[in-house]
């Protein structure tokens, strides 16, 4: 069965620099879910989209957006990278009964 | 306050033994859902089981069961017959509502099996 899919698997930045990270999500799941987990730390949920649209906001930065495309993938921008940026990021689909969340493999951002 | 709560931060357990992983967690949601996901140390995110709030018998996933006590709110995981590959952190999670709700996850549980 296909799982959702999460590029990179690894990335370093420097500082003020931007990453771009991409999540393909499980077909027919309509909802996006973007988590960050530092080092050591639970999963914070930073945004999640339903349809294309912003459904919901957590514990996003300013300097962090993300958007869904057509295709339902998601892509998370994060700019001016700070060393406390650095976490695995996670990307998790959904349906409407909110059962089924799947995760992906995760990003791990790393930054110098 | 947290919404989850897990208090264990470190548990071992021997081979073929089982345990239990402690959460509690706090909703003044009726309809609610309870998760509980395993990470080992390569990072993916795995899910072993479900409890929704109106459920009335405990969820079972072969060697996982969930030990629901709705009025103690509380979801401990069971692990039966440990295994060696069980050594990962544990996290409990809470959806609160229905629909299109993110997770709320507690700080995890390191669970290390010893043979």
């Known amino acids: 069965a296909a799982g959702v899919i999460q590029s990179p698997r690894h990335l370093i930045k420097e500082k003020r620099e931007t990453a771009t990270l991409k999540c393909y999500p499980i077909?027919?799941?309509?909802?996006v879910y973007w988590y960050q987990q530092g080092p050591g730390q639970d999963p914070q949920f930073l945004i999640s989209?339903?349809?294309?649209?912003?459904?919901d906001k957590g514990s996003i930065p300013d300097r962090f957006s993300a958007q869904q495309f057509s295709d339902y993938h998601s892509e998370l921008n994060m700019s001016s990278l700070e060393l406390g940026d650095s976490a695995l990021y996670f990307c998790?689909?959904?349906?409407?009964?909110?059962?089924?969340?799947?995760f992906g493999s995760g990003t791990r951002l790393t930054v110098v | 306050a947290q919404k989850i709560t897990q208090t264990q931060p470190g548990m071992f357990v021997q081979e073929k033994e089982a345990v239990t992983l402690d959460c509690t967690y706090d909703?003044?949601?009726?309809?609610?859902?309870l998760f509980w996901y395993k990470q080992p140390s390569s990072g993916e995110m795995i899910f072993l089981i479900y409890?929704?709030?109106?459920?009335?018998q405990n969820a079972t996933e072969g060697r996982y069961s969930l030990n629901f006590q709705k009025a103690r709110k509380s979801a401990n995981l069971v692990i039966s017959a440990s295994q060696l590959g069980d050594s990962a952190m544990y996290f409990c999670?809470?959806?609160?509502?229905?629909?299109?709700?993110?997770?709320?996850f507690g700080s995890g549980t390191r669970l290390q099996v010893q043979p």
């Open positions: 998790a689909s959904s349906t409407q009964d909110s059962y089924g969340y799947t």
């Open positions: 077909p027919r799941h309509d909802t």
């Open positions: 989209f339903y349809e294309k649209m912003q459904s």
């Open positions: 909703t003044s949601d009726q309809s609610y859902g």
């Open positions: 409890q929704g709030s109106y459920d009335e």
């Open positions: 999670a809470m959806r609160e509502g229905t629909g299109r709700r993110a997770l709320t």
